[in-house]
């Protein structure tokens, strides 16, 4: 049984859904993509180097993936980020052998943290037309 000053504490710690949430860990706030570079590598496929900003706190809150949008909303691509950047701010990483579709002629990238899942800035950015050609956003 719970005494009320367990109860407060429950709250506190913020437990919800199932998930514990640890309140010095959430403060981080969500994953933004703050800069994309397209390259067009072939007729088909593209190479994408993002940017994520987020106040990674360690292994139990940072940013863990970005992912390439079509305009449909299917994932075209995404590059897994397998551990904290915490010192690392903002931080860049790459991913080659992007498969777009012909006719798409822009997509949107997105990022992921570990305790808000995907909701931060997004950029939308036009797609190379030409192989060899860079589009840069914002």
């Known amino acids: 049984m719970m005494n009320s000053k367990s109860i407060v504490l429950w709250a506190f710690f913020g437990f919800c859904g199932g998930v514990f ?5 959430s403060h981080a706030g969500e994953a933004d993509v703050v800069g994309v570079e397209a390259r067009k590598t072939s007729d088909a496929t593209y190479r994408f180097s993002v940017t994520v900003a987020h106040a990674d706190t360690g292994w139990d809150h940072y940013a863990d993936a970005w992912q390439v ?20 701010q903002p ?4 991913l080659s052998g ?6 798409i002629t822009s997509v949107i990238v997105r990022a ?27």
């Open 21 to 25: 949430v640890d309140p010095a860990s």
């Open 69 to 88: 949008i079509g305009p449909d909303g299917v994932v075209l691509g995404e590059r897994i980020l397998a551990h904290p950047h915490v010192n690392e």
């Open 91 to 94: 931080f860049t990483r790459s």
């Open 98 to 103: 992007v498969a777009i579709p012909n006719g």
């Open 112 to 138: 992921r943290d570990l305790v808000h899942g995907f909701g931060g800035q997004e950029i939308a950015i036009n797609l190379p037309e030409q192989v060899g050609e860079v589009t840069t956003a914002p």
